[in-house]
């Protein structure tokens, strides 16, 4: 091989070695890849976590807007109250 063989050749196996530790190392690796999309995935979790109960939410806001069925539910169950001439009886088990 002349000289200029060898300086190309050297020259290409030092770009592969470069690409090379770029595909294994670098910003865009396969590792850091792997890892952005285990958490992409945890995040998809926890948004759709979330828009249930946004959901929930908007249904019970829809709920408490159109009538005050739940208005009463919410304040028999949550703070104990009662209508005229009702007697409550707590029973603890």
């Known amino acids: 091989m ?3 063989k060898r300086v190309i050749a050297g020259l290409l196996i ?7 530790i770029q595909i294994w190392v670098g910003r865009g690796s ?3 890849v792997a890892q952005m999309q285990r958490k992409l995935t945890e995040l998809q979790q926890v948004n759709q976590a979330a828009q249930a109960e946004n ?14 069925d ?14 005229p001439n009702e007697i409550f ?5």
């Open 2 to 4: 002349t000289v200029g």
């Open 14 to 20: 030092s770009l592969l070695a470069i690409l090379q």
């Open 30 to 32: 396969v590792p850091n």
């Open 55 to 68: 959901e929930r939410l908007a249904a019970e806001v829809r709920d408490l807007k159109e009538g005050l």
């Open 70 to 83: 739940m208005v009463e539910e919410k304040a028999r169950s949550e703070l104990g109250m009662v209508k």
């Open 89 to 93: 009886v707590q029973i603890n088990k």
